[in-house]
Structure formats: structure tokens, C-alpha cells
């Protein structure tokens, strides 16, 4: 139980990192030129220079993508005699997949082409990341307040997940509806995985203990 409960901490800090990171990618110049369209992404390259905007996001979800790989090796041993848990780290290890091609596109590809196609990728690994969520939450105790505010949370998030991104793939003529869906998902979203860190930075024990 002890080396468990050190895991789940371990795990939520690799979370909140993660999540620091990303807020940091998609705040900058990146995130500008993702959201952007080709007048956008070309100004920006102006002013940034070549390749710059592109290798620099590269490193950073290079860290994303090794935290991520770290979070799903401490939920396969967290929920070890889970089924439903194991195919959640087995399906996070998937969407690893998924970044480990961003991170090419981003260093082998320039201009707009290059955000287009990560964005392409991302998408169709956040729909795997929409069923990791589902999973991780179906995992979760049902003992608990806490716990089974986390399984639902986190359960709508991953449901939020994958209809937003399978819209955006499948529908982009309907974007501004699929913007529409994802409103309604958006705190699920947002707090259904940075909750579950926080409180597996707090309570590491009472949540192993209730295993």
C-alpha cells in the first residue's frame, strides 16, 4: 500500500506538470497560430522567424508526451488488478502515440502545413484520450464523495472528449455547433483531471485505502 500511495502522489504532481506546460504551449505563439488561420500562422512566422515557433513547441510537448507516458505507468500500477484500469493506461500509452507523431510533424514540417497537421493528429489523439478518461473514471472506488465525484467528472469529460474531437474530424463545415458542444463539456473537462491530481497530491493514502 505505502510504494501505491507514493504512486498516486507521483502521478498527480506528473498531472499538474503536465498541465502547466500545456497551459504554457497554448498561451503563446503556438497556441495563436494553432487557433490561427494561414494570414495568422504567416504573420507570425514573420516575426518569430522560420521553424522557431514550431521547434519550440516541440520541446515542450516533448515533456508533455514523457509525463504522459509517466501517468500511464502509475495508473496501471495503481489499479493493477483493475481491468477496466490497465486498458486505461493502455489506451493513454495510445494517445502518447498520437503526440509522439505531433512532435515529428512539428519537427520535420514548416508553416502552415505543419500546425495544420498537428492539429489533424491531435484531434484524432484526443478522441483516445476521451476514452482513457471514460475508463480511468469507470476505475474509480465507489466509496467516497470524492471518489464518485471524480468517476463522474471524469466520465462526462472523456464523453465531452470525444464528441467534440470526433465532430471537429468528422463535421468541420459544423464548427461553430461543435464550439457549441464543447461549452457544455468545458468544466468537466478542465477540472475532471486536474482535480483527480490534486487530490492525488493530498489524499494519496485515503484514495489507495479505499481501493
Request: charged share 15%; with cysteine; net charge neutral.
Amino acid at each position: 500500500m505505502k510504494s501505491k500511495v507514493g504512486i498516486a502522489r507521483m502521478t498527480g504532481i506528473a498531472l499538474v506538470l503536465m498541465g502547466l506546460l500545456a497551459g504554457v504551449v497554448m498561451s503563446g505563439r503556438f497556441g495563436e497560430a494553432l487557433a490561427g488561420d494561414e494570414m495568422t500562422v504567416r504573420k507570425l512566422i514573420s516575426v518569430e522567424g522560420e521553424g522557431n515557433i514550431e521547434k519550440g513547441a516541440a520541446v515542450i510537448w516533448t515533456l508533455i508526451m514523457l509525463l504522459d507516458f509517466l501517468v500511464a505507468l502509475g495508473i496501471i500500477k495503481i489499479f493493477e488488478k483493475s481491468v477496466i484500469g490497465k486498458a486505461s493506461a493502455i489506451l493513454r500509452w495510445t494517445y502518447t502515440g498520437f503526440l509522439i507523431t505531433c512532435i515529428i510533424i512539428l519537427l520535420t514540417m514548416r508553416g502552415p502545413e505543419a500546425f495544420y497537421h498537428f492539429e489533424k493528429w491531435w484531434t484524432l489523439g484526443l478522441i483516445v484520450f476521451g476514452f482513457h478518461l471514460i475508463t480511468l473514471g469507470m476505475s474509480m472506488p465507489k466509496s467516497g464523495w470524492a471518489n464518485m465525484a471524480f468517476r463522474w467528472l471524469l466520465v462526462i469529460a472523456g464523453i465531452g472528449y470525444v464528441i467534440v474531437d470526433a465532430g471537429v474530424n468528422l463535421f468541420p463545415e459544423y464548427e461553430h455547433i461543435v464550439s457549441e458542444i464543447e461549452n457544455v463539456f468545458v468544466i468537466p473537462m478542465v477540472v475532471g483531471e486536474l482535480g483527480l491530481a490534486v487530490y492525488w497530491i493530498i489524499a494519496p493514502k485515503r484514495f489507495i485505502s479505499s481501493l
